[in-house]
């Protein structure tokens, strides 16, 4: 037996209705669980500073392709134009503030989604934590009453899908400015201050070490 989006967001509600005790959290989490990317994405940025050049270009087109997901994502809302799961469920659950903007695909899952891929690329450990955090974040919408399943599914796919996309076609030309610009003043930005970072691959040694 299949289970529609439809019949699957009302499964998820009903779970919600019978968990008070996680309200709270969830709720909190669906509003400002941007500000858990964010820290992630600083994370990224601290540790990609010792490592190679490629790895250090990742560390900023994971924000760039974060941004550019929620962009691309928006007209992809306004030409489906699907109504909030509310407005055509009264009775749902709603833990939110309901607003009467397009639901598919959701803009949060988006973000997170180019987060996660975005941060697969600099660390596999911390990437692992953001694809957690970014599955978190997308059931948390459907539980809070915002979207349907589909929604954040396809968000999800959209950021991650653009994440991938930058990669591919940046990850050159910026590897190699980020090899430069270790040579300039914004140096103490794109390297640990323990030691100079390698710039293609190899790690050098710090010449006050020797």
């Known amino acids: 037996m299949t289970i529609d989006g439809n019949e699957l967001h009302l499964k998820i509600n009903g779970f919600a209705r019978d968990t008070g005790w996680l309200h709270p959290p969830a709720t909190a989490y669906a509003k400002y669980g941007l500000v858990v990317f964010a820290a992630l994405l600083l994370v990224g940025w601290w540790i990609a500073r010792p ?3 490629r790895i250090m270009a990742a560390a900023p087109l994971a924000p760039v392709s974060t941004l550019l997901a929620v962009a691309v994502n928006q007209p992809i809302i306004l030409h489906v134009a699907e109504s909030r799961p509310y407005l055509l469920h009264p009775s749902a659950l709603v833990l939110v503030s309901k607003t009467a903007d397009p639901s598919f695909p959701s803009d949060h899952a988006a973000m997170a989604g180019a987060v996660a891929v975005g941060l697969l690329l600099v660390s ?3 990437g692992l934590v953001a694809t957690g955090c970014a599955l978190a974040m997308a059931f948390d919408r459907v539980y809070v009453g915002a979207h349907y399943p589909q929604d ?3 968000g999800l796919a959209v950021g991650a899908g653009v994440a991938l996309l ?3 076609l940046l990850r050159i030309p910026v590897t190699r400015l980020v090899e430069r610009l270790r040579a300039t003043r914004l140096r103490s930005l794109l390297v640990s201050t323990d030691g100079p970072a390698p710039s293609s691959g190899r790690r ?7």
């Open 51 to 53: 490592r190679p050049a």
């Open 124 to 126: 596999w450990p911390l």
């Open 152 to 154: 954040v599914l396809a």
């Open 166 to 168: 930058v990669w591919l």
């Open 204 to 210: 050098l040694e710090d010449p006050a070490r020797t």
